[in-house]
């Protein structure tokens, strides 16, 4: 069974650009998270997608968004990009079903210059 | 913002010693969780225990959990190289609305010596 895979790896952009992060869940799950890993805040909840809707997000700012698609896959978008933004982005998925572990690809890591 | 906090922040023993990781979270839970990121990696899912279990083994792994000091203990016996890795915590405190995103501890930095 082949896991959460993210793309791209690495990601490198300036101050004001956008970027966009993809993630594709494992065959069968239906909900997809995105977290932002940063040195020195540790892992903090983004969003959660579940059958095409954002169902929570965690205590981000607008420009952090993103939408899910009908295969269930999913992109992360983050607007007018700031040095702090500078992080290891991870996506899980899991069944919706309450108390489910969930399960994380290898992250996309975004460096702001 | 952050739930659990691991103690210690760094820990580093000897190959073939037992390893042992607290957490401590703030809020009411569903159920508790543990994972294990090797350096620049994606989480690896080690054990979940729910709030109604205090105790759960798994291979060489051990959990408890108490609900009353809301706190969670993780033991690691007969240490590795490979088990070299930070591990963390992370609590669900899913609502009757489904799932929710898991709040994480800062994490415990393990190192086997070998």
């Known amino acids: 069974e082949a896991g959460v895979t993210q793309s791209p790896t690495h990601l490198i952009k300036t101050r004001g650009q956008q970027a966009t992060l993809r993630c594709s869940p494992i065959?069968?799950?239906?909900?997809v998270y995105w977290y932002q890993q940063a040195l020195g805040l540790g892992l903090q909840f983004l969003l959660w997608?579940?059958?095409?809707?954002?169902?929570n997000r965690g205590n981000f700012p607008p420009r952090f968004s993103g939408r899910q698609f009908p295969n269930y896959s999913s992109e992360l978008n983050v607007n007018a990009l700031e040095l702090e933004d500078s992080a290891l982005y991870l996506c899980a998925s899991n069944l919706d079903r309450a108390g489910q572990p969930q399960h994380f690809g290898d992250g996309t890591r975004l460096s702001i210059l | 913002s952050q739930q659990g906090e691991e103690d210690p922040q760094a820990l580093s023993i000897q190959e073939g010693e037992n390893a042992t990781m607290n957490c401590s979270y703030k809020t009411s839970i569903n159920n508790l969780q543990w994972y294990r990121q090797n350096s620049g990696r994606g989480l690896v899912h080690l054990i979940l225990?729910?709030?109604?279990?205090r105790e759960k083994h798994s291979g060489r792994l051990r959990v408890t959990l108490d609900t009353s000091k809301k706190s969670s203990s993780l033991l690691i016996t007969a240490s590795r190289a490979a088990d070299t890795a930070s591990y963390f915590c992370a609590t669900d405190s899913y609502s009757g609305g489904g799932a929710d995103g898991l709040t994480f501890g800062k994490g415990t930095h393990l190192i086997i010596q070998p």
């Open positions: 997608y579940d059958e095409g809707e954002e169902r």
């Open positions: 065959s069968g799950h239906t909900s």
């Open positions: 225990i729910r709030s109604n279990e």
